[in-house]
Structure formats: structure tokens, C-alpha cells
């Protein structure tokens, strides 16, 4: 695996999104968002690498079983990425639940870490075209584009708590990062 993960995922997801500019634009509103969540985590460059691929499983070359979370994954593992990020993709905001739905196994642990929460936090504030929207304007704009009783939007539904959790958990630590440095 390169050296310079983020930009690695970087041009992955550029090449693999290509044919898919509005997901491109939210991706990279989702890296802006990560970068503002940096400071917080253990790992400020998994994060911001983890934001540049949470989407690939939506590219045509990864798709598989039809769960984005979990095809991106499984397409990041067979490029050489290291577990953690595979792991971060596959749960990314709440895959579980819409993985549960489709049947779909998930073979990395969900670590539940201010990592793993900034990622979901950076997701879940952005947009489709990439602007910052709020955790509930998203989880509302998820459920409207698929309509009621679409895997996708029953499976946000389901998820919201957790989601709406790991963004206040998120938006504390920021909080509380920009207190220390005053």
C-alpha cells in the first residue's frame, strides 16, 4: 500500500467516480467536512482517506451485492487498503442496518471510535451536491430521493439515532477542540 494514503484515495475515488459527478461532488464535500473533524481523531489521515472513498462501492466497477458500504469495502481489500479503512467504509453512517436488510455480510468489526463517528458526521452534514446541510435536513433529503419503503430510506430511518449520536458526539469534540486552542 502507497505511502500517501489520502491521496491515494483521492485519485481512486476521482477515477472510479467519474462517471458519477454528483457523487463526486458530495464526496468531495465530504472530505471539506473531514477536514474540520481532523483534529479530533486518532488518525487525522485515515480520516480524511476514509472520506475520499466512503462512496466507491457506488462506482460500477465495485459494485457486487448491491450494498455500497459493503461492496466499497470488499473493493478497497482487493486494492491492498489496510483493514481499518475497509472497516470504516463498510459501516460507514450506519451501513449495518441497510447491509442487515439485503442480506449482506459485513467482514470487518464496526470499531465505534471519534474516527468512526467523524466519518459518519462528515457524511451525514453533506449534501448530495457537497454543500453542509444538518444531520436531519440529510437523513430527510435521504428518505424523500428514495421514497418509503426503499431499502435505502427504511434503512436511514431505522439508523437515524445512531447517526444523530455520532454527530453531537462528533460536533462536541469540535466543540471542545476549538475551546482548547483559545
Known sequence: MTVDLPGWAEQLAQSCLAELPQRWRHVQGVVRQA????????????????????????????????????????????????????????????????????????????????????????DMTTTPTGGATSVEERIAEVRARYGSGHVVADSVAEAAPYLIEAVARTEQRIADAAAQVK
Open 35 to 122: 477536514e474540520r473533524a481532523a483534529d479530533t481523531v486518532d488518525d487525522p489521515d485515515l480520516l480524511i482517506t476514509a472520506a475520499w472513498v466512503h462512496d466507491i462501492g457506488y462506482s460500477p466497477e465495485a459494485v457486487q451485492s448491491g450494498c455500497h458500504a459493503v461492496d466499497g469495502a470488499a473493493f478497497l481489500r482487493d486494492r491492498g487498503a489496510p483493514d481499518r479503512l475497509c472497516a470504516l467504509v463498510a459501516h460507514h453512517s450506519c451501513a449495518r442496518v441497510e447491509a442487515h436488510y439485503r442480506g449482506v455480510p459485513i467482514a470487518w468489526p464496526d470499531e465505534r471510535t471519534p474516527l468512526r463517528d467523524a466519518l459518519w458526521w462528515a
